[in-house]
Nanobody
C-alpha cells in the first residue's frame, strides 16, 4: 500500500515558478517509477513528467519540457516537480502517481500504468 500526499500548489502570476512535492508512505517508494499528471477543468488527465526508481531516467510532456524538472529523494520518500516560467495553460490540478510495477520503466506516460494516486494540488496561473 502506498499513500501519496501532494503539496506546493497555489495561485501565481504567469512567469513565476512553483515546486510541487509528493510525500509517499510505504516501503516500496524507492523501487517505483513516479510521475506527475495534471487535469484542467473540462479536460482529460494528462501526463506531465516521470522519473525512474533510481532517478536516472526522466520523461517530460512536450508542453512542459525545458520549463520543468522532476526529481526525487528516496531517503525522504519524496518526489518533486519544479515548474518555471509558468503559463496560464499550466492551470490544473496536479496529481502524483506511483507505478504499479517495481523496477520498471515502460509506457511511463500512460495513466493506466499507475495504481496509486494522490489527492491532487491546485495550480492556478493568472495572466
Amino acid at each position: 500500500q502506498v499513500q501519496l500526499v501532494e503539496s506546493g500548489g497555489g495561485l501565481v502570476q504567469a512567469g513565476a515558478s512553483l515546486r510541487l512535492s509528493c510525500a509517499a508512505s510505504g516501503r516500496t517508494f524507492s523501487s517505483k517509477t513516479m510521475a506527475w499528471f495534471r487535469q484542467a477543468p473540462g479536460k482529460e488527465r494528462e501526463f506531465v513528467a516521470a522519473i525512474s526508481f533510481s532517478g536516472g531516467r526522466t520523461s517530460y510532456a512536450d508542453s512542459v519540457k525545458g520549463r520543468s524538472t522532476i526529481s526525487r529523494d528516496n531517503a525522504k520518500n519524496t518526489v518533486y516537480l519544479q515548474m518555471n516560467i509558468l503559463k496560464p495553460e499550466d492551470t490544473a490540478v496536479y496529481y502524483c502517481a506511483a507505478f504499479r510495477r517495481m523496477w520498471d520503466w515502460v509506457n511511463v506516460d500512460s495513466s493506466v500504468e499507475y495504481d496509486y494516486w494522490g489527492q491532487g494540488t491546485q495550480v492556478t496561473v493568472s495572466s
